[in-house]
């Protein structure tokens, strides 16, 4: 058992419960909008943000797991003033006309935002504008969805049909324009490989695309791609845990990169490579206790050391060109 402080209430839990786990055994609620059990813990939204003592930056709760001695705060001051900034950017990107939506009264995004006592938005609104295909059975106001990702892994999880993804919009590539940016780091093969159905000829198209509309917006700007440093994907039995192993597309979809970094003039830094390969990337994630529960994402001090290789790797190359 873990004994950890929350709201200066001592509880005890299992080794291995995430922070928010633990907190609605206090019956304390942490307000979340991405977040579905077992299916979707990836902390898109960053509603679910904690303050833990000791720690300068904010974490999340929905995928964080609790440690000997830890003490949190769910609603402190800091983290009241970050959960409003961030839904207030969510609302600013949403057509907030709930009094003629259909779910008014039943939409957590209008109950979080009524808890946090928002009024008026500090940010200018600007929503997707992406017209319905009438060829297709199905109507999604682009306008309305927050990008928590619950549509996408239900289908692939839930009814093992995989159809829905997300893809890049000229708005994003317009935002990434905006900043004028010295250099473009594109890392694209993560969510792409677990998806069970995963096409190495679609995700050749997709990379192809976004670089094309890049490379258009951003004449001349340098561009590095990443692979994905490696996962697994997860399975349940009928009335037992669920179970992990190697996500076995993460190296077809490496391949995919490489290959079309090369057709394309582009760079790669290989993380995957760098960080064991088929053989160890996973494994060496793991037994270094750098994955969270989700066997998928990372704890903040394994993307920490993925940014540091990644900077050793620069200066690496930085100085093999010099010294040519």
């Known amino acids: 058992m873990v004994n950890i402080t929350i709201d200066n209430q001592k509880i005890s839990v299992p080794s291995g419960t995430t922070i928010m786990e633990a907190a609605a055994k206090l019956g304390t609620p942490i307000p979340k909008l991405c977040y579905l059990k077992d299916i979707n813990e990836i902390a898109a939204c960053r509603v679910c943000v904690v303050e833990i003592e000791g720690k300068d930056r904010l974490v999340t709760s929905c995928n964080n797991v609790v440690t000997e001695g830890m003490v949190i705060y769910t609603n402190s001051p800091k983290v009241r003033i970050a959960r409003r900034q961030t839904v207030q950017l969510i609302l600013s990107q949403h057509d907030c006309k709930c009094a003629t939506c259909v779910r008014s009264g039943n939409c957590t995004l209008q109950q979080v935002a009524n808890d946090l006592n928002l009024i008026d938005l500090p940010f200018k609104e600007r929503f997707e504008e992406t017209p319905w295909d009438k060829t297709f059975p199905l109507i999604r106001d682009s306008r309305k969805c927050i990008k928590c990702m619950r549509c996408i892994q239900i289908c692939d999880k839930i009814q093992g049909l995989n159809i829905w993804d997300v893809t890049s ?13 010295d250099l473009v780091i594109l890392s694209f093969g993560t969510n ?3 998806n069970r159905r995963y096409s190495s000829m679609l995700h050749y198209r997709q990379m192809d695309e976004l670089v094309r509309m890049l490379r258009d917006r951003l004449p001349g700007i340098p561009m590095l791609m990443t692979t994905p440093p490696g ?3 997860s399975f349940r039995q009928r009335r037992r845990r669920r179970t992990y192993k190697i996500n076995p597309r993460t190296s077809v979809a490496v391949q995919t990169i490489r290959r079309f970094a ?7 830094w290989d993380m995957y490579e760098a960080f064991g390969g088929v053989r160890r990337a996973c494994l060496n994630w793991r037994e270094a206790g750098l994955m969270r529960p989700d066997h998928v994402h990372y704890l ?7 940014g540091e290789m990644f900077y050793r790797a620069l200066l690496k190359a930085y100085n093999d060109y010099c010294s040519q």
């Open 169 to 181: 919009t000229p708005e994003r590539v317009a935002d990434i324009a905006a900043l004028r940016p």
């Open 300 to 306: 903040p001090e394994g993307y920490v050391l993925q």
């Open 262 to 268: 090369d057709a394309n003039g582009l760079a790669v």
């Open 231 to 233: 996962s697994y994907e």
């Open 192 to 194: 792409e490989s677990h």
